[in-house]
């Protein structure tokens, strides 16, 4: 079955860093991109970044010269390098998955950034 692990949410200070991972594995159709969203308590999940297979990438513009999104496409993983990291970052983290057919999520990762 389809599998999305993800990894490396954490509590950090601000301005600090976190490193996320998602490997995804079990995926039968092409995949188009890989990506993160995120959601704050009371808010609706919004993008973070995506890259696709082609490697072009897409970022929030909350997170553009803080958050480096890449994939290594042999272990179909993808990871959210975090930089300079801001009190209003904090939310739970989903791992996204685009084929034609289906998007597929992962079960989400906790980052909280403390003042």
């Known amino acids: 079955q389809v599998q999305l692990v993800e990894s490396g949410g954490g509590l950090v200070q601000a301005g600090g860093s976190l490193r996320l991972s998602c490997a995804a594995s079990g995926i039968n159709f092409k995949i188009l991109s890989m990506g993160w969203y995120r959601q704050a308590p009371g808010k609706q999940r919004v993008l973070v970044a995506t890259?696709?297979?082609?490697?072009?990438?897409n970022y929030a513009d909350s997170v553009k010269g803080r958050f480096t999104i890449s994939r290594d496409s042999a272990k179909n993983t993808v990871y959210l390098q975090m930089n300079s990291l801001k009190p209003e970052d904090t939310a739970v983290y989903y791992c996204?998955?685009?084929?034609?057919?289906?998007?597929?999520w992962g079960q989400g990762t906790q980052v909280t950034v403390s003042a």
């Open positions: 890259i696709t297979t082609g490697d072009s990438t």
């Open positions: 996204n998955v685009q084929t034609h057919y289906v998007a597929y």
